[in-house]
């Protein structure tokens, strides 16, 4: 049944094919800095089910805690690099049949403070939901530019 509610959402969605990402979950503030520097990753390569500049959804094998803080690289087919954003789980879900979850993560403000993800990240992610949308569900127009 489609959602007939207020969408909360202010970014459109969308999937990248064969997107994967690795997470590692932030240490508390009574760490020391160089444990802060090394980086532990959870769990690699979990499937990307979707993304928006405001977060992403994927699946994992473990349950998160909601509100956690997070960093995530986000591997994406073609591309040399992976994304790499800050951000925290804002939801959890545990399917029974397929013994995976789901997991929602909201990413930070983008910026320059502390904490703050890279603002041409967001650029990226943009360039990639024009790539990646499916036609017909977005709202931003297509255009072409004659030459």
């Known amino acids: 049944?489609?959602?007939?509610?207020?969408?909360?959402?202010?970014?459109?969605?969308?999937k990248i094919p064969g997107a994967a990402?690795?997470?590692?979950?932030k240490k508390s503030s009574s760490s020391t800095k160089k444990e802060n520097e090394e980086t532990?990753?959870?769990?690699?390569?979990?499937?990307?089910?979707?993304?928006?500049?405001?977060?992403?959804r994927f699946q994992a094998k473990k349950p998160l805690e909601i509100n956690s803080?997070?960093?995530?690289?986000?591997?994406?087919?073609?591309?040399?690099l992976p994304?790499?954003?800050?951000?925290?789980v804002r939801w959890l879900s545990y399917d029974n049949d397929k013994n995976i979850y789901q997991v929602?993560?909201?990413?930070?403000?983008?910026?320059?403070?502390?904490?703050?993800?890279?603002?041409?990240?967001?650029v990226k992610i943009l360039a990639l939901e024009q790539k990646f949308s499916?036609?017909?569900?977005?709202?931003?127009?297509k255009f072409e530019i004659e030459g």
């Open 83 to 88: 994304l790499t954003l800050n951000g925290q």
């Open 1 to 14: 049944m489609e959602y007939k509610g207020q969408e909360r959402r202010e970014c459109n969605r969308f």
């Open 134 to 141: 499916t036609p017909g569900k977005s709202d931003t127009e």
């Open 40 to 56: 532990n990753w959870e769990e690699e390569f979990c499937p990307v089910l979707d993304m928006s500049c405001g977060g992403l």
């Open 21 to 25: 990402v690795n997470y590692s979950l």
């Open 69 to 80: 803080e997070m960093t995530v690289k986000i591997s994406i087919p073609g591309e040399h």
């Open 104 to 122: 929602g993560i909201g990413f930070n403000p983008y910026g320059e403070k502390e904490g703050q993800n890279y603002p041409g990240l967001m």
